[in-house]
């Protein structure tokens, strides 16, 4: 990282606690928050060291929207340009340097599923999601919950602890971005069932998480 | 909207889901309640964390990071 860089990051002080916390970091290794400082001061080693850290998860956030690997690659490659390129908008009074990725990765993958027309298809897909596991959170926890680390396990418990409606219609809403009415006509349920759902479900999430942040 | 209804309908706003009735009303209240509203919808903002995290990570093409690299440095 280039010196200026790191004189900046030295300084740089840490955010308000947040809910969630990055993976864990080998010691003496940056920051988010200084990877963040270094892409703003143009070193690509910082973007290098981000991409490190981060590609596993936002690419898995990507896949799940748009459910296509090559797709899903490319996505990713422009996201961390955007990243490069928009760094200068990242402030660390707004949240943390992962949070400000995942808004970026999310609305450009929902951009991307509609822009590249692979919506239809993608519903397809979704469509047969829905049939066979209504509650696809719930489906892969248990096997997953041996080898995930300690965070991931946390939020899937979480998010498996509320009801299925729930978690089908916030994973409509947050993976594929889609409105209340959109979520109320693909899954044949009143709109005001619907948007209670997506209430209940969140303020559950949003709850669970806060008591979870010193373990988080 | 009182603060209550405020908080219930953040969580809905961080992830797009607010209808455009809907999400005139929190704008007009996101004003009223100034830096507690603004607190809140970042601390709201957690939840993409959480649940991107929540995700398996998947491995992405080694060539992706090598032409994300060369673009970069092409740039500068």
């Keep these: 990282m280039h010196r200026k860089a790191k004189k900046r990051a030295r300084v740089a002080k840490p955010t308000t606690r947040r809910f969630s916390a990055p993976p864990q970091l080998e010691p003496g290794a940056p920051t988010d928050l200084q990877l963040m400082h270094g892409i703003q001061a143009e070193d690509p080693d910082a973007l290098s060291l981000l991409y490190d850290r981060y590609n596993g998860i936002l690419k898995a956030l990507i896949l799940r929207v748009i459910h296509n690997e090559a797709e899903a690659d490319d996505l990713l490659q422009e996201i961390f340009m955007e990243i490069w390129n928009q760094a200068k908008n990242f402030s660390a009074q707004k949240g943390k340097p992962l949070g400000w990725m995942v808004t970026l990765a999310r609305r450009r993958a929902i951009d991307g599923l509609r822009k590249k027309q692979a919506y239809a298809r993608a519903e397809v897909r979704l469509q047969v999601e829905i049939e066979q596991q209504p509650d696809a959170w719930v489906h892969n926890a248990t096997e997953e919950e041996i080898v995930l680390g300690d965070t991931r396990a946390l939020l899937r418990k979480v998010i498996n602890a509320i009801p299925p409606a729930q978690q089908q219609a916030i994973d409509l809403a947050f993976f594929k971005g889609m409105s209340q009415r959109e979520i109320a006509a693909k899954t044949n349920t009143p709109l005001g069932t619907v948007k209670t759902r997506l209430e209940l479900g969140l303020k559950k999430i949003y709850d669970a998480l806060k008591e979870l942040k010193d373990e988080l | ?76």
């Design chain 2, 1 to 76: 909207m009182n603060f209550e209804q405020f908080q219930n309908q953040s969580p809905l706003y961080v992830i797009g889901a607010l209808e455009p009735e809907e999400l005139e009303e929190f704008e007009k209240a996101r004003k009223k309640f100034g830096k507690k509203a603004e607190d809140y919808i970042t601390e709201c903002y957690g939840l993409h964390e959480a649940f991107a995290l929540s995700l398996r990570p998947a491995k992405a093409s080694a060539a992706i990071k090598q032409r994300l690299m060369a673009m970069v440095r092409a740039r500068k």
